[in-house]
């Protein structure tokens, strides 16, 4: 049933920097904050790269919202 029975081929997973690595594996106190805060740095990027055709007549009307096949986000 996983990866539709062997046909779907995922490539590996890229070993992250050393910078990225320390942040999640080290126990310093200064990457507390970013393991206390990580579900929260995550939700600011989630829309950081994505591509979109943005109807330019919603643009104004409003908060900073926009509209991607016809659903709304803010």
């Known amino acids: 049933m996983c990866c539709a029975g ?3 081929h995922l490539p590996p997973v890229l ?3 050393p910078y990225l690595f320390d942040l999640y594996t080290s126990l310093y106190s ?3 904050n970013f393991h206390n805060n990580i579900r ?3 939700g600011l990027l989630v829309y950081l790269s ?3 055709n943005i109807n ?3 643009q104004g009307q409003g ?6 096949h016809g659903q709304i986000y803010y």
């Not at 908060?63 to 991607?68: L, M």
């Open 50 to 52: 994505f591509g979109a």
């Open 63 to 68: 908060v900073s919202n926009f509209k991607i």
């Open 40 to 42: 929260a740095y995550n």
């Open 6 to 8: 062997g046909k779907v």
């Open 15 to 17: 070993d992250p920097s």
């Open 56 to 58: 330019e007549s919603f």
């Open 30 to 32: 200064e990457v507390r």
